[in-house]
């Protein structure tokens, strides 16, 4: 008898796994270059106020504000000049006097009663080491104070935000060496005696998956290849749940007679099983939990595998983990076709965004293909059709998420 599913929609899927999802992943501590785009594990503070000490913002010559006042390009006020340059980073041993100045370098410290940055360009150096001040400063002008930049105790990255470069640069400069991260891991299994017995046509899906999977910030993926074999089957998820994060079984997710994930899961007892999300593609997706970890099935298909992570598994793991990744860049554009999807239905159609006499289109690129990789190579976006709507007509403005750069002017 066909077995007839009833597909959940996406934010109920979400609510039902997170109640399950017991599992906390370990925290990984990593070298400050190892930790970029992880997902960071705990709270950091910075230990110090940046700047440390007062910094110049411009290249120019440090001086005592009330040594300046007054000057105009017409009468200059002189200033002795000091030996030497303040280099970025350095803090001069010399202390300023009345009516001396020295020169400095965008990033150097300020030193002792310097309070202001005359900028090169209102200055003119003399023979004889003499420098012209043609404009006043105020004081504090042209400077960077002790903590502008970062108070002690200002956060730098907060548990479960995704790792920047300028995360790392603000760890660095607090005296931090290290970042703990969480330690997530994941085994992607592909499943089909088609895969196993064909060099010409090998499982591409996988590095979608394990691309997919390092962009969100897991540390290790493993890849696996299993027979359309109950047993085989049933072992590699267990294993995947004692020594992973999260198990991803790539194809096996069909209605037909040889599908075997279903089962090979149900025999490991789950908590939780949902076979049908209201996704277009990637219907047949099936989310289950055991050992309080999830088990994605998902379509070998490409496209239908991608838009099973983006529209479901990308949530969940924010659900989850309290994980807050970057939204992606969007747009306004002219969808130049229509695009259409069953109501009740969350729709993943790809898109090439482009300009033309000064407008931004959409054109849908193969709209109806889950296994199409050949549409996320020529396309540059997605359009997310809500399930309360049926599609967008053409001539509509709908929102697109970037992946790629728009393409400028297409005759």
């Known amino acids: 008898m066909r077995e007839l599913w009833r597909l959940e929609r996406v934010e109920n899927v979400v609510r039902k796994a997170v109640r399950e999802l017991t599992y906390n992943p370990p ?10 785009g992880k997902i960071c594990g705990e709270n950091y503070f910075s230990r110090i106020d940046l700047p440390p000490n007062p910094k110049a913002t411009m290249d120019g010559y440090a001086v005592r504000s009330l040594d300046c006042t007054g000057a105009t390009h017409v009468n200059p006020i002189t200033l ?113 005696d088609e895969f196993l017995n064909s060099s010409t046509f090998p499982p591409f899906t996988r590095q979608i998956v394990r691309g997919w999977l390092a962009e ?110 970057p939204p992606k860049p969007r747009v306004k554009a002219i969808l130049t076709r229509r695009l259409t999807v069953k109501r009740g239905v969350k729709g993943f159609a790809r898109v090439k965004v482009y300009r033309k006499n000064g407008e931004t289109y959409a054109e849908p690129l193969m709209v109806g293909g889950s296994g199409a990789i050949r549409s996320l190579i020529l396309g540059n976006g997605i359009v997310v059709i809500p399930e309360d709507l049926e599609g967008y007509d053409e001539g509509d403005e709908v929102e697109v998420e970037l992946y790629g750069p728009i393409q400028e002017n297409l005759s």
Not at 27 to 36: F, Q, S, T
Request: net charge negative; aromatic share 4%; charged share 25%.
């Open 27 to 36: 925290l990984k501590e990593l070298p400050l270059g190892e930790g970029l």
């Open 80 to 192: 002795r000049l000091l030996e030497g340059v303040v280099r970025p980073g350095e803090k001069p041993s010399v202390t300023l006097g009345p009516n001396t100045c020295i020169a400095i370098e965008t990033g150097g410290f300020l030193p002792e009663n310097a309070d202001a940055v005359v900028k090169v360009e209102d200055t003119t150096l003399l023979n004889g080491g003499f420098v012209e001040i043609h404009k006043p400063v105020a004081r504090y002008e042209n400077i960077s104070l002790p903590g502008e930049e970062l108070k002690k105790g200002d956060p730098i990255l907060r548990k479960g935000d995704i790792i920047h470069p300028w995360h790392l640069a603000a760890l660095e400069a607090s005296g931090f060496d290290e970042v703990k991260v969480l330690d997530l891991s994941a085994l992607v299994i592909c499943t089909g």
């Open 216 to 325: 969100k910030g897991f540390l290790r993926i493993e890849l696996t290849l299993v027979p359309d074999d109950l047993e085989r089957i049933r072992d590699e998820v267990r294993r995947g749940v004692n020594d992973h994060t999260l198990v991803i079984v790539c194809g096996g997710s069909s209605r037909g007679s040889r599908d075997l994930v279903p089962k090979a899961v149900d025999s490991l007892s789950p908590s939780l099983r949902i076979r049908g999300v209201a996704i277009q593609p990637g219907k047949t997706t099936t989310l289950c939990v055991i050992g309080g970890k999830p088990v994605l099935s998902i379509s070998g298909l490409p496209v239908a595998a991608l838009s099973s992570m983006e529209l479901l598994l990308a949530p969940l793991i924010e659900k989850w983990l309290h994980v807050k990744y």
